[in-house]
Every structure is written in structure tokens, then in C-alpha cells.
Nanobody, 123 residues
Framework: QVQLVESGGGLVQAGGSLRLSCAVSGRALNWFSIAWFRQAPGKEREFVAAIRWSERTTLYSDSTKGRFTISRDNAENTVYLQMNSLELEDTAAYYC????????????????WGQGTQVTVSS
């Protein structure tokens, strides 16, 4: 079982940057991949990025590739999502999630979720 706690959300102007953190706890983290998803009101949960804990293999959605960077800090047991050049369309609740083995883009393949952190991008 993996526990996840997100932080770092807030209000930012379009074009600005924000870094989200996902504190990860549990056993055998090397077997897991950690992903970021987001969900805007009235929309389905959308994959953002993922990283495999042991190999640092990363996966990005087309909408965030080149603007967002996922990374992890083993010493802090934390996964980060650095978000640059933020757009109004990035406004959403952001969630981190965990699944065993390789990362995927499908939300229903992740069985541990955090409570989410809100990101609001203003014009």
C-alpha cells in the first residue's frame, strides 16, 4: 500500500510557473510508478505525467510535454511536477497516483490516490 499527499497548488497568472509535490510513503517503492493526473470541473480525469520510481522512466501527455517536468527525490520520497508556461486550460485539481511496475496513462490502472491540490491559472 502506498500513501500519497499532494501540495503546492495555488493561484498563478498565465505564463507563470508552479511546482507541485507528492509526498510518497509505503513499502517497496522501487516497484511502483507515480503519476500526476488532473481534473477540471465537468471533465474527465486526464493523465499529465508519470515516472517509474526505480528507473526514472518518464511518460508525458501531448498537452504538457515540453512545459511540465516530472521528477523524484529518493531522499525526500517526493515526486515533483514542475509546471512552466501555464495556460488557462491547465486550471484543474491535480492528483498523484501510484501503481505497481510501469507507468501508464489510464487512470483506472492506478489504485492509490492522493486527495488532490487545486491549480488555478488566471489571465
Amino acid at each position: 500500500q502506498v500513501q500519497l499527499v499532494e501540495s503546492g497548488g495555488g493561484l498563478v497568472q498565465a505564463g507563470g510557473s508552479l511546482r507541485l509535490s507528492c509526498a510518497v510513503s509505503g513499502r517497496a517503492l522501487n516497484w511502483f510508478s507515480i503519476a500526476w493526473f488532473r481534473q477540471a470541473p465537468g471533465k474527465e480525469r486526464e493523465f499529465v505525467a508519470a515516472i517509474r520510481w526505480s528507473e526514472r522512466t518518464t511518460l508525458y501527455s501531448d498537452s504538457t510535454k515540453g512545459r511540465f517536468t516530472i521528477s523524484r527525490d529518493n531522499a525526500e520520497n517526493t515526486v515533483y511536477l514542475q509546471m512552466n508556461s501555464l495556460e488557462l486550460e491547465d486550471t484543474a485539481a491535480y492528483y498523484c497516483a501510484a501503481r505497481p511496475l510501469s507507468p501508464t496513462m489510464a487512470a483506472n490502472e492506478y489504485n492509490n490516490w492522493g486527495q488532490g491540490t487545486q491549480v488555478t491559472v488566471s489571465s
